[in-house]
């Protein structure tokens, strides 16, 4: 779930609930899919139809496709342990690396820009993606996600009930956590 919508629902649960930050990795390996193709495309279609304040763009077919999310998913790894305040900062910055400006967040390059507009030091960048530790952190828990039945980010888990994956309207949250009726429920899985 994006940043701005788990505080938004954070604030209204107050202490009745708390949120966990799990690894998924959208690509687990290294050039899986090389370029944005229509199937990719459709899904980027439908998100910024569902949450249209995501600002997602919509890439051309042939338009390369990022690596891997490893890499980032390591650096906010490293964050989360070592500069917890400036995680959600980071993840923003990344989502928007990935998801508006069509980064891929596999290059350090575009890590070591991340890395400072949100206040944190780029060398936390080399540190991260030289950590087997946490290499191994990120796969674990991309497995244990997965045997979880989630597919892709953002992705909610309710104890007692399915996933919700993908980018869908905040109501589709309320309605899981009990904040409104389920009948009331907009939107649908993505993903």
């Not at 042939?62 to 998913?73: C, E, N, Q, V, W």
């Not at 191994?136 to 996933?163: D, R, T």
Request: one cysteine or more.
């Amino acid at each position: 779930m994006a940043a701005g919508r788990r505080r938004t629902l954070a604030k209204e649960l107050g202490d009745r609930a708390t949120f966990e930050r799990r690894t998924f990795l959208l690509l687990p390996g290294s050039g899986q899919r090389p370029v944005y193709d229509e199937y990719v495309i459709s899904h980027r279609i439908a998100a910024r139809r569902n949450a249209p304040e995501l600002a997602f763009a919509v890439p051309q077919v042939g338009h390369p496709y990022p690596r891997s999310s490893l890499p980032a998913a390591l650096l906010a790894q490293l964050v989360q342990k070592a500069e917890p305040a400036k995680l959600e900062a980071l993840e923003e910055e990344l989502y928007r690396s990935v998801f508006v400006r069509l980064e891929d967040v596999a290059d350090p390059a575009v890590l070591k820009r991340c890395a400072p507009s949100v206040g944190l030091d780029e060398a936390l960048v080399a540190r991260a993606l030289d950590d087997e530790e946490l290499v191994a952190q990120a796969k674990a828990e991309h497995i244990e996600a997965a045997e979880h039945g989630i597919s892709g980010i953002p992705a909610l888990l309710v104890p007692g009930q399915e996933p919700i994956v993908g980018a869908v309207p905040l109501d589709v949250y309320r309605a899981a956590v009990g904040l409104i009726p389920p009948t009331a429920r907009r939107g649908r899985r993505i993903g």
